[in-house]
């Protein structure tokens, strides 16, 4: 990831927590919306993670149960009112 994407990351999760921060954190719910590919590169990256963990001999519980909501999320049917075809995502 160049500098200016992880910069412009930073600065978007930071104005994210200051927008929320008046709602208690076990309240807070994030939606992603992910194609087939991203799914993938998601899991992968997790489950690096995990693996480094291992290693490190860290818990991996929160990881763990990160890759369970990733890899069982719904998938839903979007429908373009532009295009005649589905796209299945």
Not at 11 to 39: G, N
Not at 47 to 54: E, F, G, P, V
Not at 56 to 84: C, F, H, I, N, Q
Request: charged share 35%; hydrophobic share 35%.
């Amino acid at each position: 990831m160049q500098h200016t994407e992880h910069a412009a990351m930073k600065e978007f999760w930071e104005k994210l927590q200051e927008a929320t921060s008046h709602i208690p954190s076990e309240q807070r719910q994030y939606v992603v919306k992910l194609d087939d590919y991203d799914q993938r590169i998601m899991i992968r990256a997790l489950n690096d993670l995990r693996s480094a963990l291992i290693k490190e001999e860290r818990p991996t519980d929160a990881v763990d149960e990160l890759m369970v909501k990733v890899y069982g999320a719904k998938k839903k049917l979007l429908v373009s009112e532009s295009r005649s075809d589905y796209d299945c995502r």
